[in-house]
């Protein structure tokens, strides 16, 4: 999933807007309104996503070492009600499970990531390999395999060791370069045989700035202004170097592909006759996704952001801007790092012009130079940050062929929350969020946007980092009350199978008829849901309970017998 701190009071204001359907960006021309109706090419990949804190569970279990985000949950006040990762679906147990229901629903691939210390405890390669992490993992695409599910693999998902940020300081620390180069070259002598799709890092803006510009994710730092330009800077570097072991170690033996998923959303001008918000609007995400793709692709920087972040440093009297700078050797080296980009996209803003002054402080969000807005007729069903705009995506996808040169994309992450107590599993909304997504993403197919696979977001409820367990992107329905977290398939499940089955949109009568399909079929689903509170009861009683009276009726029983020997004698 896509968290972020972006909507605070100070950062997003409620706009209503009346924008016609007609506008849009010259090379885009797209109409907002319409429904296409047609196929993706033949060959395209449907799959799912997860992440290995998120789903694992088993969190010292067989050896595994202590992660920054294990360390981060366990701090009371981190997150919402306190919850922790320690279990969550269990997924590290449960994996064959979850590989039978994407057989069930003609998965093409599946993403998930290895966690950096189940392999490597300690952090490096030369203190301990734990044979038993690699043997999960092992089983794991052995078995994806076998039910011709491509997986599809992330070698960091912000799960750094606790040991490495102790010791150096994490993502602040150029050796963190180094020490993830050796932790992805044992991936690709392991697994590399079998995996053909690895992404090196996934959301890097989110572990820059929620993990050391706002501290709201682990490890919790707050270096304004520094940290979070610091950290990325090392990131991209990291990035490279791997691509680069990879190119010249392994792409001759396995034949394999190498890319990064970046996370964006789409910013859209207030007013597209205003040249200062369409200025902002592409600072927005030039910030955003143009923060890592533009060294990856072209090298360096971008110069919005270069002259933005020095600007504002020299006012605030700092001899040498905050974002860092590569060197020669080092633009060349990092550019053309990519044989592949994922794209995660969840939702877009409005964005106009706004000044603030240098002497309000240093900050990431202080050196755009701009305000984020949203329409409240948008819906937003789940996350605080999360509303449905659909058209947004083909603009983003389109930017993307444009500034970088039409490369492959794999969208890797896309789909919408609920937040809700109940447990409704009839997902009217996320049925829809699907539809109008994946249309957006057809349309910019048919536009020439390269775009190689859909990964929804995600397979199952999971945890969702600081909200806890309080939001769901599932398809799939987890009890996490329950010991053995069963899973419930939500409307959406059989709607996105369709969409599979399909290939996309075939044509109107049929896909009018999906909705309601599905929704009959959450109806048995929602019934076995009602009654498992009841079976947790039950295993509360058989597990629990009976265990507790049986013990004290031998202890009240013992006791009684003494008083009886006593008496004899």
Same mark, same amino acid.
């Given at each position: ?12 204001? =409620? ?112 203190? @301990? ?46 050796? =963190?370069?180094? @020490? ?26 989110? #572990? ?47 034949? $394999? ?93 409005? #964005? ?80 829809? @969020? ?18 190689? $696979? ?116």
């Amino acid at each position: 999933m896509l968290p972020r701190c972006m909507l605070r009071p100070c950062h997003v204001l =409620m706009l209503v807007l009346c924008v016609s359907a007609s506008e849009d960006f010259d090379w885009t021309k797209n109409d907002r309104g319409s429904f296409y109706y047609g196929t993706f090419p033949t060959g395209f990949s449907w799959g799912a996503g997860s992440s290995a804190y998120q789903t694992e569970g088993a969190w010292d279990k067989d050896g595994k070492g202590m992660s920054i985000w294990d360390s981060f949950a366990h701090k009371k006040g981190k997150i919402f009600l306190n919850d922790t990762g320690d279990s969550s679906c269990d997924g590290y147990h449960k994996f064959k499970d979850d590989i039978n229901l994407m057989k069930e629903n003609k998965f093409n691939h599946y993403r998930f990531s290895i966690s950096w210390p189940r392999i490597f405890p300690n952090g490096l390669k030369s203190e @301990y390999i734990n044979e038993k992490g690699i043997k999960y993992y092992d089983e794991l695409i052995d078995m994806l395999l076998e039910n011709k599910i491509t997986p599809i693999v992330t070698l960091y998902h912000w799960d750094l060791p606790q040991v490495l940020e102790d010791k150096y300081g994490g993502w602040q620390n150029s050796s =963190m370069v180094n @020490y993830f180069n050796d932790f992805a070259n044992l991936c690709f002598e392991r697994f590399g045989n079998r995996v053909k799709h690895w992404i090196t890092f996934n959301n890097p803006w989110s #572990i820059a700035v929620e993990g050391y510009e706002t501290g709201e994710h682990a490890p919790g730092l707050k270096l304004r202004g520094t940290g979070a330009y610091k950290a990325a800077h090392h990131i991209i570097k990291a990035h490279a170097k791997v691509w680069h072991t990879y190119d010249t170690q392994w792409r001759n033996k396995q034949k $394999g592909l190498v890319g990064i998923s970046l996370s964006a959303d789409w910013g859209e001008p207030v007013d597209i006759t205003n040249q200062r918000d369409i200025e902002a609007a592409e600072r927005y995400v030039q910030f955003y996704l143009g923060w890592f793709a533009t060294p990856i692709f072209n090298g360096d920087y971008p110069q919005v952001m270069k002259d933005y972040i020095g600007k504002k440093s020299a006012q605030q009297g700092l001899g040498t801007s905050r974002l860092p700078t590569f060197t020669s050797l080092e633009k060349s080296y990092i550019k053309g790092t990519c044989d592949f980009l994922g794209i995660g996209h969840f939702t877009t803003r409005y #964005i106009t012009q706004k000044n603030y002054p240098s002497g309000k402080g240093t900050s990431y969000f202080f050196d755009r130079d701009l305000a984020e807005l949203v329409d409240p007729h948008w819906p937003d069903p789940g996350s605080e940050w999360l509303y449905s705009v659909p058209w947004g995506f083909r603009r983003l996808l389109n930017f993307v062929k444009t500034q970088y040169g039409n490369p492959m994309v794999y969208v890797t992450e896309n789909g919408v929350s609920e937040k809700m107590l109940c447990t409704d599993l009839c997902d009217d909304w996320r049925m829809q @969020y699907f539809k109008d997504y994946i249309n957006e993403m057809l349309k910019a197919i048919k536009d020439g946007v390269d775009v190689k $696979g859909y990964t929804a977001w995600s397979l199952l409820d999971k945890f969702e980092w600081d909200e806890g367990f309080s939001e769901r992107f599932g398809l799939y329905y987890v009890d996490f009350g329950s010991k053995n977290k069963p899973r419930y398939p939500k409307a959406s499940v059989q709607y996105y199978k369709r969409i599979i089955s399909s290939n996309g949109f075939p044509n109107q009568r049929e896909v009018e008829s999906w909705k309601r399909k599905a929704t009959e079929t959450c109806t048995s689903s929602n019934q076995l849901l009602a009654a498992d509170p009841l079976i947790s009861h039950m295993e509360m009683v058989t597990e629990i309970v009976v265990p507790t009276v049986c013990t004290l009726c031998i202890l009240l029983s013992a006791v009684f017998l003494m008083f009886l020997l006593r008496g004899r004698f």
